[in-house]
């Protein structure tokens, strides 16, 4: 039996059937260009699948971790059908494709991507920066490799024509000097300033997102009353299986989603007070921490501080980043007020002024639990 390329029942999350032309077409929705993107992290940056919830999750798609690997595992998103209509048996879809077929097979180890005679040490200390550290040309991860004969490490950007690389040495020494701005080096009785400024500043800014933490409530509790309704309505057998099965969905992506943004607009204030002492205690030892420690304490410290990361240009040979988490940031924007160094991180591209602008929209990201 065929199916002409048709798929018979519900898509997958991240397409949706719509009538073109009077003839019913399988899309990619919205949610369908995160997971491409989350497709593309998997098998071009390597990153892990809880790597990538969180990911998605800062950008409101939330998933558990079996439905990740469920949906690395489905040909469907390359073009593919599989279905038990069909014996066993794959065929050409005519769904629109979300990733080439060759992102699906080096995702699930079908196709060996690196065919370039070196390996990749997942956990190597000398390259600490990799992943973390951006492309400013095309926006990818840059990779870490050495060159063997002259035993020296460096970055670089695969992309083809990117031409962007830099040795492991300088961007660590760039690095380190970032981490200054943060450390907090005086007197006792300015450190207990800053923390008294942090607290009250993030308490105002809390007041002002009170409505919409109260708004988000208020949609979750009629959506759990539409979900409630749709279940009376299907075991009373008002509606059918399909129709249940439709909204029903709808209506768990919409709760997840909602449940995303109300976990985003509570702020955890319940702890801030231990997470500013905590986050001031850490900046005390920050260049110490990163400089001393292992692979893995690095790669903490770095997302810790920079959530999306850090992009390097060869072309200007400059760094630059558009978030810093926002308790060391106004950490550091103290640091200067206090002691008048009004000069910004000039390694991260930041003047003063840009810098004190990155403080004052910043999303509060609590860096401990």
Same mark, same amino acid.
């Given at each position: 039996?065929?199916?002409?390329?048709?798929?018979?029942?519900?898509?997958?999350?991240?397409?949706?059937?719509?009538?073109?032309?009077?003839?019913?077409?399988?899309?990619?929705?919205?949610?369908?260009?995160?997971?491409?993107?989350?497709?593309?992290?998997?098998?071009?940056?390597?990153?892990?699948?809880?790597?990538?919830?969180?990911?998605?999750?800062?950008?409101?798609?939330?998933?558990?971790?079996?439905?990740?690997?469920?949906?690395?595992?489905?040909?469907?998103?390359?073009?593919?059908?599989?279905?038990?209509?069909?014996?066993?048996?794959?065929?050409?879809?005519?769904?629109?494709?979300?990733?080439?077929?060759?992102?699906?097979?080096?995702?699930?180890?079908?196709?060996?991507?690196?065919?370039?005679?070196?390996?990749?040490?997942?956990?190597?200390?000398?390259?600490?920066?990799?992943?973390?550290?951006?492309?400013?040309?095309?926006?990818?991860?840059?990779?870490?490799?050495?060159?063997?004969?002259?035993?020296?490490?460096?970055?670089?950007?695969?992309?083809?024509?990117?031409?962007?690389?830099?040795?492991?040495?300088?961007?660590?020494?760039?690095?380190?000097?970032?981490?200054?701005?943060?450390?907090?080096?005086?007197?006792?009785?300015?450190?207990?300033?800053?923390?008294?400024?942090?607290? $009250?500043? #993030?308490? *105002? @800014?809390?007041?002002? &997102? %009170?409505?919409?933490?109260?708004? /988000?409530?208020?949609? =979750?509790?009629?959506?759990?009353?539409?979900?409630?309704?749709?279940?009376?309505?299907?075991?009373?057998?008002?509606?059918?299986?399909?129709?249940?099965?439709?909204?029903?969905?709808?209506?768990?992506?919409?709760?997840?989603?909602?449940?995303?943004?109300?976990?985003?607009?509570?702020?955890?204030?319940?702890?801030?007070?231990?997470?500013?002492?905590?986050?001031?205690?850490?900046?005390?030892?920050?260049?110490?921490?990163?400089?001393?420690?292992?692979?893995?304490?690095?790669?903490?410290?770095?997302?810790?501080?920079?959530?999306?990361?850090?992009?390097?240009?060869?072309?200007?040979?400059?760094?630059?980043?558009?978030?810093?988490?926002?308790?060391?940031?106004?950490? $550091?924007? #103290?640091? *200067? @007020?206090?002691?008048? &160094? %009004?000069?910004?991180?000039?390694? /991260?591209?930041?003047? =003063?002024?840009?810098?004190?602008?990155?403080?004052?929209?910043?999303?509060?990201?609590?860096?401990?639990?």
């Amino acid at each position: 039996m065929t199916l002409g390329g048709n798929w018979p029942t519900m898509p997958p999350l991240g397409f949706e059937r719509i009538r073109e032309n009077g003839m019913r077409k399988i899309i990619v929705n919205e949610k369908g260009k995160l997971l491409r993107q989350a497709f593309y992290w998997k098998a071009e940056d390597q990153l892990s699948n809880e790597e990538i919830r969180q990911r998605l999750k800062q950008k409101g798609l939330i998933l558990n971790h079996q439905r990740i690997s469920e949906i690395f595992r489905n040909p469907f998103y390359c073009g593919l059908i599989s279905h038990n209509m069909l014996e066993g048996r794959v065929i050409e879809g005519n769904q629109e494709k979300l990733v080439p077929k060759n992102i699906f097979l080096i995702i699930n180890g079908l196709l060996d991507k690196n065919a370039h005679g070196y390996s990749i040490n997942e956990e190597n200390e000398a390259i600490p920066l990799k992943r973390f550290l951006l492309c400013d040309g095309c926006g990818k991860a840059m990779r870490g490799y050495i060159v063997q004969k002259k035993k020296i490490h460096y970055y670089k950007c695969s992309t083809v024509g990117c031409c962007n690389n830099k040795s492991a040495k300088s961007l660590h020494e760039i690095f380190a000097t970032v981490l200054d701005y943060f450390n907090m080096d005086f007197a006792d009785e300015l450190i207990t300033l800053v923390k008294k400024q942090t607290l $009250a500043t #993030f308490n *105002q @800014l809390n007041n002002a &997102q %009170k409505d919409e933490y109260s708004n /988000l409530q208020e949609r =979750y509790k009629e959506l759990n009353k539409k979900i409630e309704r749709l279940e009376e309505r299907f075991i009373e057998e008002e509606i059918d299986g399909k129709l249940y099965g439709k909204y029903c969905e709808k209506y768990g992506t919409e709760k997840s989603e909602i449940e995303g943004e109300l976990l985003k607009a509570s702020k955890k204030v319940s702890n801030l007070d231990e997470c500013i002492n905590l986050a001031v205690d850490f900046a005390s030892n920050m260049r110490k921490n990163w400089v001393l420690g292992d692979y893995l304490t690095k790669q903490h410290i770095q997302t810790l501080l920079f959530p999306d990361g850090i992009f390097y240009s060869k072309k200007t040979d400059g760094c630059r980043t558009t978030r810093i988490n926002s308790v060391f940031a106004y950490i $550091a924007h #103290f640091k *200067q @007020l206090i002691t008048k &160094q %009004k000069r910004g991180i000039p390694e /991260l591209n930041l003047n =003063y002024a840009s810098f004190a602008g990155l403080v004052a929209g910043a999303e509060l990201i609590f860096p401990f639990r």
